[in-house]
T-cell receptor, first 110, second 113 residues
Framework: KNEVEQSPQNLTAQEGEFITINCSYS?????LHWLQQHPGGGIVSLFM???GKKKHGRLIATINIQEKHSSLHITASHPRDSAVYIC????????????FGTGTSLTVIP | NAGVMQNPRHLVRRRGQEARLRCSPM?????VYWYRQLPEEGLKFMVY????????ESGMPKERFSAEFPKEGPSILRIQQVVRGDSAAYFC???????????FGSGTRLTVV
């Protein structure tokens, strides 16, 4: 079983729709990260969370530490939001290991 | 501030050759992390380095792979005697502290032929 599970694996939405991507984890964490990876491109760090909620433009990330669950929401989705969204956790264990979800591939259709 | 710079962007090596991947962290960042993304798979942690020190190499294959982050210059991920299974995207990230402010590079795509 992976330390980080994401759902859904693939998501297609119409432009303007509200999108939610979910992430559950099973390890003790110091922080949870949402990353964005465009096809053939690099990785951009969207959020780092250890509690509560953060908002950046049309993106909102929430985390529930007790339930070991986080969500990434995109409001008024746009085709340029099409990318792979990856949930990652930095472990509270020794060293500084990251555990990654397998990603959610989002396609927003005009 | 140019961000995290990785080079080359694409690297082709024949089986048995050596691959050297470079990562220049953001200015002021002394923590560097390497990750590997195999085709059709998620990212996997490889190694965490601070200047001149390897902090956590628990994700590194036991043989052929090594990493360094010297006092001067970029961090280097070195793969000796490459095999086809090493073909992947290798990403580097840096941060100013161990727990925050991560910035990722654009990756190096290694193809072993």
């Amino acid at each position: 079983k992976n330390e980080v599970e994401q759902s859904p694996q693939n998501l297609t939405a119409q432009e303007g729709e509200f999108i939610t991507i979910n992430c559950s984890y099973s390890v003790g964490i110091s922080a949870l990260h949402w990353l964005q990876q465009h096809p053939g491109g690099g990785i951009v760090s969207l959020f780092m969370l250890s509690s509560g909620k953060k908002k950046h433009g049309r993106l909102i990330a929430t985390i529930n530490i007790q339930e070991k669950h986080s969500s990434l929401h995109i409001t008024a989705s746009h085709p340029r939001d099409s990318a792979v969204y990856i949930c990652a956790v930095s472990s509270r264990g020794t060293g500084n290991q990251f555990y990654f979800g397998t990603g959610t591939s989002l396609t927003v259709i005009p | 501030n140019a961000g995290v710079m990785q080079n080359p962007r694409h690297l082709v090596r024949r089986r048995g050759q050596e691959a050297r991947l470079r990562c220049s962290p953001m200015k002021g960042h002394s923590h560097v992390y390497w990750y590997r993304q195999l085709p059709e798979e998620g990212l996997k942690f490889m190694v965490y380095l601070q200047k001149e020190n390897i902090i956590d190499e628990s994700g590194m294959p036991k043989e052929r792979f090594s990493a360094e982050f010297p006092k001067e210059g970029p961090s280097i991920l070195r793969i000796q005697q490459v095999v086809r299974g090493d073909s992947a995207a290798y990403f580097c990230a840096s941060s100013p502290t161990p727990r925050g402010g991560y910035t990722f590079g654009s990756g190096t795509r290694l193809t072993v032929v």
